[in-house]
């Protein structure tokens, strides 16, 4: 069994904010209990606004929790308040969506990358060049870029070298939010490669969140699906793909093209219809029961508990308890 990087205990996340001088609150991550495993890959998939992000930032402590507790090897979320803090900060990374604000426009690619080495004293002052140029190797950039400022380089660069700024402060954990969405399929391929390869070297884990199944499919072990702040089915990303059991699960899939012929033809067919509810008043009892074709009276007023229906893989649905 590999050892747990991350234990998330019970979280629940609540935003409220002013709309027009009414008080709004949405319940973002709504009781999510999960682990994250030494050296895995977890994905993380939903529709928009399911909460993927939020569960991000608080993954890595950037999100205040409403209540619940995420453990870092064992030390509670936030660092902040830990005596050994720099060192234990600079083991939990993110890269965002978008790179252009992500890095500064006014410095050198080569001072982005030297600056959290500099700051968390990763290596000594002679060796921080050959540390940023080894950097770029890494991600497969040439070392000459190190003098170009942001605005010299594409989008799909651009990730690359924010990879290799997450990578500078040899982390343990990268939560990867979106960080191919902008990019064209190509580039999102080569990304994706690079990060399968980057972790084949190296004790890491990764999150990664996207809309993209196929994606996510490529890249992770084991996957998350969320649906308006809840865990709807979590599991290896093998069984997940091959047999979902809930039937949000199925929809997602159903809508994701299989490039393998046969698996494309025994498929499931269950279209996702309807919108996703206001989050700011979710449906009673299953919050997918709205657009769901299973739907049954207990549906309406039990809210299903997380159930474990194979040895990796567990679902919140009456529907697959009933069968
Ligand atoms: N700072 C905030 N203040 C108020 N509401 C917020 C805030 N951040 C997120 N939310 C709300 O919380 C819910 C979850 O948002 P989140 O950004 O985590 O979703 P997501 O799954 O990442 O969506 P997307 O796929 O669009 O990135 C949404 O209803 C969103 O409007
Ligand atoms: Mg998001």
Redesign the pocket.
Known sequence: MSEIILDIKKISVI?N?MFFGRSQT?K?IDNVSLQIFNSETFGIV??????????GNAMIGLQTLSSGEIFYKEIALPLSGTKDWMRLRRQLQIIFQDPFTSLNPRRTIGQSLAEPIITHNLCSKNDVTSKVLSLLDQVGLNSNMAERYPNAFSGGQLQRICIARALAVQPQLIICD?ITSALDVSTQAQIISLLKDLKLNQDLSLVF?S?DLGLVRNIADRILV?YL?RIVEIGSSDIIFSDPKHPYTQALINAAPIPEPSREAARIKTPLFGEIPD?QNPPSGCFFRTRCNQVHDRCLIETPALKQVKKNQFVSCHHTEVH
């Open positions: 935003f904010k949405i973002a939903g529709e928009s606004g399911s909460g993927k992000s939020t569960l979106e969140i809309h969320m702040g989050p």
